[in-house]
């Protein structure tokens, strides 16, 4: 009988199954796992109702990073019973600044007018480490997966993000282990809010991972891999 675990990978804005291609390659024969589609609805309730409904298995350990977070808080607080370990990977708790709105109406407007490739270039300076910017095959591992969300898609999650709640009085019943991580040079999620969100989930695990931004999973693949390979040993 196999001991993989099952595991939920739930990706950010402008991302899919590759955000996690390293980590599914990496827990093999550790994890199983499965990275959902989060492009159809535009509520964050209803992405993680929709995953609840679609998940492959009863019981999970789940991931999400950035906008994947802010889905998988959403999933304890649906389903808390279902979810056996939590890791919140370079994300907040916290809604969106009225100063974030304006930014992501902004993009918007920009994809609509210039298309995909404009939003990248705009977006990839806060979304990577300034060293990783000049990284051709991560640049175009991005484009890739902004292309392949589509523009209704980005509506939809962005959408979503703007009207999500505030997480952050729910932290201390989460009851599950869980792994808070963050690359020390993210700047959308910087490292400060995430040991304040680490210290309000009773019993969690703080990783900071150096050389990385906020596609940590991209950026740092091993070390990411590492930490989460270690979270589902716990």
């Known amino acids: 009988m196999s001991s993989a675990q099952p595991l939920i990978l739930v990706p950010g804005l402008l991302c899919d199954a590759l955000l996690w291609h390293h980590q599914v390659t990496g827990l093999a024969g550790r994890a199983s796992c499965w990275v959902p589609d989060h492009t159809r609805h535009d509520s964050i309730a209803a992405i993680a ?13 789940l991931a999400g990073l950035s906008m994947g977070g802010y889905i998988a808080l959403e999933i304890v ?3 808390p019973e279902r979810v056996q370990r939590l890791a919140l990977l370079d994300t907040t708790a916290a809604p969106d600044s009225e100063e974030a709105g304006d930014i992501r109406r ?12 404009a939003v990248v270039e705009a977006t990839l300076p806060r979304a990577v480490r300034a060293s990783a910017q000049g990284d051709a095959g991560l640049r175009a591992t991005i484009a890739t997966m902004a292309l392949d969300t589509g523009y209704d898609g980005f509506v939809r999650q962005q959408t979503a993000i703007m ?12 009851a599950c282990p869980t792994l808070v991580l963050c690359g020390r040079e993210d700047v959308l999620t910087p490292p400060l809010a995430h040991a304040s969100m680490a210290r309000a989930i009773p019993g969690s695990t703080l990783v900071q991972v150096p050389d990385a931004g906020h596609l940590s999973t991209l950026e740092q693949p091993e070390a990411v891999t590492q930490a989460l390979a270690e979270w589902l040993q716990r």
């Open 163 to 174: 009207t999500r709640i505030d997480s952050r009085p729910g932290l201390a019943a989460i």
């Open 106 to 117: 902004a993009q918007m407007a920009l994809w609509r007018e210039k298309g995909a490739d």
């Open 77 to 79: 607080r649906q389903a």
């Open 49 to 61: 109702s929709a995953i609840l409904q679609e998940s492959p298995f009863p019981r999970f350990a």
